[in-house]
């Protein structure tokens, strides 16, 4: 005997992945697409740095702040402590970071370099 539920189907919202709020095109996934966003420079729209506070977490939030300017975005750089919000990206391991709302790195400190090679690799 099969057991059905009837009611109205929960509607799903199509949220964009993109953190800069300026409704990036989204997949059916709610995943970013190849499209950039009209705010993105390269193809980012956001970073952010996730960690605990620590000595080596804010030395990766500097690497990052660097590595931005010397690529000379004018991306701000978010640096979130808050572990609830760090939870929420499901990483095991800090410092991580998080390129348009995707970690790209966790639990090692990169140099400014690193991040550079990093941000090219994620950009359109």
Do not use: W
């Not at 059916?28 to 000595?55: F, H, S, T, W």
């Not at 804010?58 to 701000?76: D, F, I, P, T």
């Amino acid at each position: 005997m099969a057991l059905f539920h009837f009611g109205k189907k929960k509607e799903e919202k199509n949220v964009s992945a993109c953190a800069c709020s300026c409704d990036c095109p989204t997949s059916d996934a709610g995943e970013r697409m190849d499209v950039c966003c009209p705010q993105a420079q390269n193809g980012i729209c956001c970073i952010k740095v996730l960690g605990a506070g620590c000595k080596s977490c804010h030395e990766q939030y500097e690497n990052a702040k660097k590595a931005v300017q010397e690529m000379g975005l004018s991306v701000e750089v978010e640096y979130i402590t808050d572990m609830q919000q760090v939870m929420a990206y499901g990483i095991m391991s800090m410092p991580a970071i998080v390129v348009n709302e995707k970690v790209v790195s966790m639990g090692k400190v990169l140099k400014a370099e690193e991040v550079k090679k990093m941000l090219q690799k994620q950009g359109c």
